[in-house]
């Protein structure tokens, strides 16, 4: 298994990664709308605020993850995981989890102080995501499951609360991926 960044060039194969694995797991409807958001992510995305880290096998993408720019209002450096995929064919092996250590690293080789995700917290604690509350830091839109909002500091200091709005990319700012 090989893990690097994502060339440009390979971003068909991963928007349709995206819509293989969410319509297996969530249905059709699920699936191209997680396919249009990675378009648009990937589209409308400053790259300086956008990094894309993919698992190969055999030359095949099979994992596929992103860290967009998250705003805080205290000026700490912050990315936030979204969306994760593993192909169908290849979950359960540990790639998903590799592959978050591998971009987690890359953040920290930045200097990057906080990342955020929402999601699975029983899957996201095996990479070191912590559960938070919005008491904590404010998510950017309505959360559907507030026990998803998980968080981790990767310059080894607490997360202590941060007062004021959050922002996220605008590809990320719909309420109906929340």
């Known amino acids: 298994m090989q893990f690097s960044l994502l060339q440009q060039i390979r971003t068909s194969e991963v928007v349709a990664l995206f819509k293989d694995v969410f319509s297996a797991s969530e ?3 699920e699936g191209q709308l997680i396919a249009d958001f990675v378009s648009k992510l990937i589209a409308m995305t400053d790259p300086i605020d956008l990094i894309c880290c993919v698992a190969e096998k055999n ?3 099979v994992g596929c993850i992103f860290f967009s720019r998250f705003t805080v209002p ?3 450096s912050a990315f936030i ?7 169908t064919d290849v979950q359960g092996q540990g790639i998903g989890q590799q592959l978050i250590q591998y971009g ?3 953040l920290k080789a930045m200097h990057i102080d906080l990342v955020f995700t929402y999601g699975d917290p029983n899957y996201y604690s095996k990479t070191g995501f912590y559960q938070i509350n919005e008491d ?3 998510a ?3 959360l559907s ?5 998980l968080a981790q500091s990767l310059d080894g200091q607490m997360i202590e609360p941060i007062v004021g709005a959050t922002g996220c990319v605008d590809a990320l700012n719909d309420p109906e991926l929340w």
Do not use: F, M, R, Y
């Open 140 to 142: 950017p839109c309505p």
């Open 74 to 76: 205290n000026e700490q």
């Open 81 to 87: 995981l979204s969306p994760v995929a593993v192909s």
């Open 59 to 61: 030359d095949t993408i």
């Open 104 to 106: 987690l690293a890359h």
């Open 136 to 138: 904590i830091v404010k």
């Open 27 to 29: 249905g059709d409807a």
């Open 145 to 149: 499951e507030p026990i998803g909002w």
